[in-house]
Every structure is written in structure tokens, then in C-alpha cells.
């Protein structure tokens, strides 16, 4: 029977585990945590990335700071407001939502980021210091991954687990995750566009995480019976049925995929979720630092 790994539960119960930890701090004269978000321009998954960070924020009892920005905003402005923030004592964590206009530079501005308050985890120092197992912020995405299987008790030690994608945000930290002691202590291996033995490599994994951004990619035929599919892709899909025009597809042929495997998570409902809430837990590790 296939486990339907359901991540809109799971960080809803985990939402309310912090907002009672916040009720806590502040009952006891502590200060609320404070995450601020720079948004520049318009891009629709970027507004509501940020509207949904908002609402998490509320549902965390935190307090929450948006700035926004038009899309011609200098790179040198955007260093400014960066440096305000770093030097703001009320601001506890803040994020710099991705992409900027091509114009700016985005690793000039993540690096411009003070790591103690990087809770996106992109700064090179906390990049560095996750791969070396070492207290970091981590990138909200790998790290919700990480909480679901364990919430789910799914083993991953010793277990062959293939990543499919290699970005900065989803595919390196997660394989550094999943390879760790202290992480998943799997037996990992990281595919992308030009891995000629892409689909055998998934044939003998036990957990694969797609995070390529290619809808359906993972089909029946790639997957061995049993197997645990994470899905981290969230396409918009032209769909006119829909209100909004669009709909949100996975990395996984899910249809298929699902009757195949031991567990899965769905898309909408499975990954993305978590990722905001695991925003919100390094956001209070941030404030508790502070
Ligand atoms: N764009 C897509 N995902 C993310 C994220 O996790 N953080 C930021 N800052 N931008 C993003």
C-alpha cells in the first residue's frame, strides 16, 4: 500500500510547535522572532512565495517585514537595504527572494547577506559549514526533506538514494544531507541532464529526490517497486480549467509512479509546504541566537 507523505499536515503540526515555543519565549519576557523579506519586481511565483511567507510568519506568532522594490532598482540600492537589515537589531533573519533582475548580480548579493541572519542558508559560510556537518543555517528546501522522512520513519541509512538535479538550492545541499552521519547517511549519488545512465541509476534507488523542474521526468519504468519518490518540482502548467490559469506539476508522473511505491509525496501538498515552514524554524534558530 503506498504512503502518501503528506506535507501540508506535517508542517501545519509543525507550525503550531513553534508558535508555542514563540507563546513561550515571549511569556517569558522574550522578544517575538522577526523575519524580513526583500521582493523586487513582480514575478508571479516569486509573489506568492512571499505572500505565503507572510502568512506562515502570522501563523508562527512572528512578527514580519516586507520590502519591496521595483524591478529597476540598482544593485547598489539593493546592497544598501541588504546592509540595513544586516544592521537592524529588531530584524532577527531576512531573505532576499530569488531570481533578482539580470541586472544584479545574485551572488554579490547573497554574500552580502550577514550569515547570522542568511535563514534562506544560500551565504557561502553556511553552504560551507552544512557540508562539514558543522551548526548552520540550512536551505529550507533539503532540510524539509530531511524532516519529512524522519517525521514518516522512513529509513535512509545505508540506503541508495539518487538525487536528480544539481542546483545550488535543492540538489547540492541535499546530497550533502543525505550523504551525512548525522543526515541520511544514505549511499548517494547526484544525476542531471548529462548523466548518460540517468534512468538505471534511478532503477536501483530506494529513495529518489527529483528536483530537475521537468514535469512527469520520473516515469513507471524508472522506478523499482518499493521505492520512496520525493517530488520538488513545481511547474506552472498552462491549464484553462483553472481559476489562476495554471496548475502545478511535479517532477514525478505521479498517476503511475504512486501504485509503485512504498511512499510518495504529492505535488501540491508534499514538499513546498515544508519549505516555508522550515523558513520559520531557522527564522526562530536565528532569534534564539540573537
Ligand atoms: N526562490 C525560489 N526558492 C527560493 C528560496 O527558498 N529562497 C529565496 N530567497 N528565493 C527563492
Known amino acids: 500500500m503506498v504512503n502518501l507523505i503528506d506535507g501540508k499536515a506535517t508542517a501545519a503540526t509543525i507550525k503550531a510547535e513553534i508558535k508555542a515555543e514563540v507563546e513561550a519565549i515571549v511569556a517569558s519576557g522574550g522578544k517575538r522572532p522577526h523575519l524580513a523579506a526583500i521582493l523586487v519586481g513582480h514575478d508571479g511565483g516569486s509573489e506568492t512565495y512571499v505572500k505565503n511567507k507572510v502568512l506562515a510568519c502570522e501563523a508562527c506568532g512572528f512578527e514580519s517585514t516586507l ?59 553556511n553552504v560551507g559549514r552544512m557540508a562539514i556537518g558543522l551548526p548552520a543555517f540550512i536551505s529550507a528546501t533539503p532540510k524539509g526533506i530531511l524532516e519529512l522522512l524522519r517525521r514518516y520513519n522512513i529509513p535512509t541509512s545505508g540506503k541508495k538514494c539518487v538525487i536528480l538535479g544539481r542546483s545550488n538550492i535543492v540538489g547540492k545541499p541535499m ?63 498552462p491549464d484553462p480549467t483553472r481559476k489562476s490559469g495554471y496548475r502545478l506539476s511535479g517532477d514525478v508522473d505521479f498517476e503511475n509512479v504512486a501504485p509503485l511505491c512504498s511512499a510518495i509525496t504529492p505535488v501540491p501538498g508534499g514538499v513546498g509546504p515544508m519549505t516555508i515552514c522550515m523558513l520559520m524554524q531557522n527564522t526562530l534558530q536565528a532569534a534564539r541566537q540573537s
Do not use: W, Y
Not at 532598482?73 to 532577527?92: G, M, R, W, Y
Not at 541586472?103 to 550577514?114: G, P, R
Not at 549519488?189 to 521526468?217: M, N, W, Y
Open 67 to 125: 520590502l519591496r522594490f521595483e524591478d529597476d532598482i540598482t544593485e547598489q540600492k539593493l546592497l544598501d537595504e541588504v546592509e540595513k537589515l544586516n544592521a537592524n537589531p529588531s530584524v532577527d533573519g531576512f531573505i532576499v527572494q530569488l531570481p533578482l533582475p539580470k541586472h544584479i548580480d545574485e551572488q554579490k548579493v547573497i554574500e552580502a547577506i550577514d550569515p547570522r541572519k542568511d535563514v534562506d542558508g544560500f551565504h557561502p559560510v
Open 175 to 237: 546530497s550533502q544531507l543525505m550523504m551525512q552521519k548525522n543526515g541520511g547517511d544514505a549511499t548517494v549519488t547526484v544525476c542531471h541532464s548529462h548523466s548518460p545512465q540517468l534512468k538505471d541509476e534511478c532503477r536501483e534507488a530506494d529513495i529518489i529526490i527529483a528536483a530537475i523542474g521537468r514535469p512527469a521526468f520520473v516515469t513507471a519504468d524508472m522506478v523499482k517497486p518499493g521505492a520512496v519518490i520525493i517530488d520538488v518540482g513545481t511547474t506552472r502548467v
